[in-house]
């Protein structure tokens, strides 16, 4: 071998360098070409509008044009209509047709068919979170909880804030000295913390939360601005989902271990809430008013022409209507709203909307019940969906909801999250129905 081809194999290995060979270490690599990465950007997207849930002094709102931003983007990246979602869809239009056929007499009338075009476009936002989360559900279904509770630690700080007066404007953004800032009504800011408040809470209780401080925080925050709203409704949501949460957690727990320690971040939560329920009614002004407003029925709930006698009154007028009173034409008819979901659907969506509401709450109600307690890898989301939903379908039964945004958010996820199980079901996946066969853990 001559010393050239020596040195040859030497620098370069068993081959020669071609003629021509450019060392390239002294060529700079091309810059990759910039993509748009179209699951980020929707993802992104998503994220923000949910944290945008709870402006809603402004109309319309940040959240109305998130939400048709992110509908839009969505369809655009293509998506499928799995059977299970299907009951709901009909059911859900079937109730909007009611409604539109009970507009007919007063179409010329804007009220009645801003209501009506509303309440088509909210129950739209229902049927997108069902088809939406009913694909890449785990992320979604995260991005989702997650900037719903950011929001809902946005609305408290600010409810909180104008409550106290802090910017020297309190008493203009308070309503009988119930905290409502961000929202317009007092109701709407409690029960909308209530599915915030689930996810911190079953955070604590199956340590799942690395940034335990924060999670304390925040749940801190929620359960103030859910006090401060004076809502009895709230309340007793709040109260009746954390327990059913907690029965369900403790039911389908993996194991003794998970089972004492959810019990015991149970008792650390409520022994949390009543120590500051304690301190917050040491002072008297607020002990005065809180007691005022635990009473089951206030003054404008009595008597025959109190809220629960104008519903009473009005059953057997609506048995005789087919199309009901028509939209917003309750309120004409008995000088308030019926603050009756149920009563508001006949009242408003006419026979066909109001039994068709009454199906959807139960068909919901199975869909619910069963994914809170079936194993499958949506499990723990189900149970916070649909503790809130409960709820939401309790609180109907004293108030209007039918144009609530979190309880469309919450009534599609619990159909989309059902779609992804059943998906889960039809994939293959290892000894899907072994892990199904009893919820209770050996």
Not at 175 to 196: C, E, H, Q, T
Not at 216 to 221: E, N, P, T
Not at 376 to 398: D, G, K, N
């Amino acid at each position: 071998m001559t010393e050239a081809s020596a040195l040859n194999r030497d620098d370069f290995g068993s081959r020669p360098p071609k003629i021509g060979a450019v060392d390239s270490q002294l060529v700079p690599e091309p810059r990759a070409a910039w993509t748009l990465n179209y699951k980020r950007l929707l993802n992104a997207v998503f994220l923000v509008c949910s944290i945008s849930g709870s402006i809603v002094f402004i109309e319309p709102s940040p959240y109305d044009f998130l939400i048709l931003l992110t509908l839009l983007l969505w369809i655009i990246g293509g998506f499928s209509i799995h059977r299970a979602v299907l009951p709901f869809i009909i059911l859900l239009e079937m109730w909007v047709l009611g409604g539109f056929i009970g507009l007919i007499p007063y179409w010329n009338e804007p009220d009645p068919q801003s209501f009506m075009w509303h309440t088509l476009f909210i129950s739209t936002t229902g049927v997108f979170y069902a088809l939406f989360f009913s694909e890449n559900s785990k992320q979604r279904i995260d991005i989702c909880l997650k900037g719903y509770t950011i929001s809902c630690v946005l609305a408290a700080v600010i409810a909180i804030v104008t409550w106290m007066g802090t910017f020297g404007s309190g008493e203009e953004l308070i309503k009988d000295g119930r905290a409502m800032i961000p929202f317009k009504d007092p109701n709407v800011l409690g029960s909308y913390m209530v599915p915030g408040i689930l996810y911190l809470v079953q955070k604590l209780l199956l340590g799942r939360t690395r940034f335990l401080l924060l999670t304390l925080v925040s749940l801190a925050l929620s359960v103030t601005a859910l006090f401060l709203s004076f809502s009895r409704g709230s309340w007793g949501a709040a109260i009746v989902s954390i327990f059913l949460l907690t029965a369900m957690s403790l039911y389908t727990a993996d194991s003794r271990r998970m089972r004492r320690r959810i019990i015991f971040a149970a008792f650390f939560v409520a022994a949390a809430a009543v120590i500051a329920l304690l301190i917050a009614l040491s002072n008297a002004q607020i002990r005065e008013f809180f007691f005022m407003r635990a009473t089951v029925t206030q003054e404008y709930d009595e008597g025959p022409t109190g809220r629960f006698g104008n519903q009473l009154r009005s059953i057997p007028m609506l048995l005789e209507l087919p199309n009901g009173f028509g939209p917003l034409r309750f309120r004409l008819v008995f000088g308030i709203e019926p603050h009756n979901a149920f009563i508001n659907a006949f009242a408003s969506n006419g026979w066909l909307g109001g039994f068709v509401f009454i199906g959807m709450v139960l068909t919901t109600a199975y869909v619910g019940f069963r994914g809170s307690f079936l194993r499958s890898p949506y499990l723990r989301e189900m149970q916070i969906i649909w503790c809130a939903t409960f709820v939401f379908f309790l609180q109907a039964l004293q108030i209007d909801i039918d144009h609530w945004r979190m309880f469309y958010i919450t009534l599609g996820a619990v159909w989309g999250i059902e779609a992804a199980r059943i998906r889960w079901l039809q994939s293959g996946s290892p000894q899907p129905r072994q892990a199904l066969a009893s919820a209770r853990p050996p």
